[in-house]
Nanobody, 123 residues
Framework: QVQLVESGGGLVQAGGSLRLSCAAS????????MAWFRQAPGKEREFVAA????????YYTDSVKGRFTISRDNAKNTAVLQMSSLKPEDTAAYFC????????????????WGQGTQVTVSS
């Protein structure tokens, strides 16, 4: 089992930045791929970014490329999503997810999820 706890959400003006953290605990957490998804009210949960267990590969949805950066610190069992140039359309609940091997964009491949943290971007 892997437990995930997100932090760092909040309210920010358009053009601003936020840093989300995901603390992982449990067996072999450091070998798991980790990802961020988001869900706006009335919409499906969508992929944002993912990073492999080693941290050597990362993936992003097109709408956040160049603005968001995913990273991880395996010594601290933490994954970070650094968000900059935020837009009102980035407003959503952001969820951290983990998978034992897969590091892609399908939410169905991630068995472990955090509770989410709210990000609100005002115009």
């Amino acid at each position: 089992q892997v437990q995930l706890v997100e932090s760092g959400g909040g309210l920010v003006q358009a053009g601003g930045s936020l840093r989300l953290s995901c603390a992982a605990s449990g067996r072999t957490a450091t070998s798991y791929a980790m990802a961020w998804f988001r869900q706006a009210p009335g919409k499906e949960r969508e992929f944002v970014a993912a990073i492999s267990g080693s941290g050597g590969s990362s993936y992003y949805t097109d709408s956040v490329k160049g603005r968001f950066t995913i990273s991880r610190d395996n010594a601290k069992n933490t994954a970070v999503l650094q968000m900059s140039s935020l837009k009102p359309e980035d407003t959503a609940a952001y969820f951290c997810a983990a998978s034992s091997g897969y590091a892609g964009g399908s939410r169905w491949a991630y068995p472990y999820w955090g509770q989410g943290t709210q990000v609100t971007v005002s115009s």
